[in-house]
């Protein structure tokens, strides 16, 4: 599905033009689509899309949308925190995640505090603290070929993204620690089933997202926005342990397991 058809150009997208663009934003009707846009590295998460995605979030005319649809260009929805990034920034790593992870603590939270439903289409891989992504929207709609896989015990890391700030209170404490410890991979059956999808589809899943918000934007607005603060009404809670999670991840990134880590997965993908 073309999503980009027939859609306004807003005054964000020109200014972002004169930029990389790793978030495109358009309107269509009273919706707006957010995409990302680094499909080359699988849309991992580095600072600039980060902000990027940040920016839009906040852009008046999102927050004005009668509900938005997050998608991803290319053959994954995000695969997590981009670890070249990371050995890029080696000397300084403890500043970098600092960075990193509150960027997408911000996003995660901008996303949960939308005045308008969120949905996300996800399609291919979903890995490390993009998950947070789907964790802080409304409704989630997976490609049959879906999976989602935290590797932070293969890494070294310590969580981000929300899987312990939000995860356990949809799945469960002790189903999450099994899985953060296990590196299991889930497939989108097994999301729809934990509850982290709400649909799973083996084609058009940017059609049936979109479709979603359609009928949500043609319910009473006041009435879904009032009902989306309330549900959301543990906002401080929330920042307090997604905040934790960010001190924990900064201290174990730097440790020699993580830094091994880093090396010995970066050294196999380029034997794969």
């Known amino acids: 599905m073309a999503v980009h058809s027939s859609m306004s150009v807003t ?5 972002m033009m004169k930029t990389e663009q790793l978030v495109t934003f358009r309107l269509q009707d009273q919706l707006a689509i957010v995409s990302l846009n680094r499909p080359d590295r699988h849309n991992s998460l580095v600072p600039g899309l980060l902000s990027q995605l940040l920016r839009v979030f906040e ?5 004005d949308a009668e509900a938005v649809v997050l998608r991803a260009e290319g053959r994954s929805f995000s695969t997590g925190g981009d670890l070249a990034g990371f050995r890029d ?6 500043a970098y995640a600092q960075e990193l992870v509150g960027q997408l603590n911000r996003v995660i939270l901008a996303i949960y505090t939308h005045p308008a439903p969120v949905v996300c289409a996800v399609q291919g891989q979903v890995t490390g603290g993009s998950l947070g992504l789907l964790l802080a929207a409304d409704h989630v709609i997976m490609h ?6 935290p ?9 981000d993204g929300g899987w312990t700030a939000m995860l356990p209170g949809i799945i469960g404490r002790q189903r999450a620690m099994d899985w953060l410890a296990s590196n299991a991979e889930k497939n ?6 934990l509850g982290l999808a709400h649909d799973v589809v083996g084609d058009g899943c940017d059609r049936v997202a979109l479709d ?22 543990n906002i401080e809670e929330l920042r307090r342990r ?7 991840f900064v201290k174990q990134v730097q440790t020699r397991q993580a830094l091994d880590g880093i090396d010995n997965f970066l050294r196999r993908q380029q034997h794969a």
């Open 89 to 94: 920034h080696r000397d300084k790593i403890g």
């Open 188 to 193: 989108a059956e097994d999301c729809l089933q």
């Open 59 to 63: 852009d008046p005319q999102c927050q």
């Open 11 to 15: 005054c964000y997208e020109r200014t």
């Open 151 to 159: 590797w932070y015990s293969v890494v070294g890391f310590s969580p």
């Open 242 to 248: 997604l905040d934790a999670e960010r001190a924990s």
């Open 212 to 233: 979603w918000a359609k009928q949500v934007a043609a319910k009473k607005q006041g009435s879904i926005r009032r009902t989306r603060q309330l549900l959301n009404a």
């Open 144 to 149: 049959r070929g879906v999976t989602v896989t």
